[in-house]
């Protein structure tokens, strides 16, 4: 939805996804077109518009960097309504798209699809896969993935949901990949590191998560990931901050649209 809101309320645009009205369903897209700030409830919802456009926008960017370099396969874990495998712009039969998600939620995504008309691609297999049950590797297998290709991963709006040993057993699969693969995912900084103002608002959102049965439960020092990410033998880790997304997408806009101080990407290549 936001996504979607994101399409309709920021000009110009740092992330363009034609699709993400579409498959919101019917109903939902025209309660947005007819008013699309129904969603902007707190001030703190132009900073997660911002930043869940944001995310993806830097997992595709950095995608786009690793299909030159050679990367074949690209894996979207956790991937909710993502749209990418639906306006994948690469010529066939350059990149294998895997969704990889809760069995639950991908048999709800499959049937909005459905419901849509949003064909699938020849170039698209579903993986369902619950993180904390059952380890990416085996769903992956299943699903026909090549271990031996160059893969780009993204892991968008998940980690923070789950235990941290089960984000760094996936990081460490995802580091077993050949080099020039990469993986790009957003986490939740451990609220020790948060000052008064973003304390509160940290414990605002996470009331509103755990309240509706999603509780956040993983949480990282930068620095310490950093480190943690480069012992597990990724080579390249370089983490985003919210200065650093800002500075990259928000630039001199006369809107102000920005993302909030909570907000953390990483971008690590193996
Ligand atoms: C907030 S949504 C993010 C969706 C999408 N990546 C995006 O950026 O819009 C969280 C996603 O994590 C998935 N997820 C949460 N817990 C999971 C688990 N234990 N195993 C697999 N997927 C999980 C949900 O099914 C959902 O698709």
Known sequence: MRRAAHQLLDNPKIFDDPVALRIIGKESASALQADAHQFETTPLSSYLRAFVAARSRFAEDELALGVRRGVRQYVILGAGLDTFAFRNPFPEGVLHVFEVDHPATQTWKRARLDEVAI??????????????????????????????????FSWLGVTEYLTTEAVM?????????????????DYMISPSLLNPAQRSRFDGLSRRVASVGEPWQAFFDPELLTRNLRALG???VEDQGPEEINARYFKNRKDMLRVGSLSHLMNAGV
Request: proline share 7%; aromatic share 14%.
């Open 119 to 152: 064909t699938l691609p020849g170039d698209l297999t579903f993986a369902p896969v619950d993180f904390e049950a059952q380890t990416l590797e085996e769903g992956l297998r299943d699903a026909g993935y090549d271990p031996g290709q160059c893969t780009f």
């Open 169 to 185: 057993a996936t990081l460490r699969f995802i580091a077993s990949a050949p080099a020039g693969s990469g993986v790009v995912f």
């Open 234 to 236: 990724f080579g390249y």
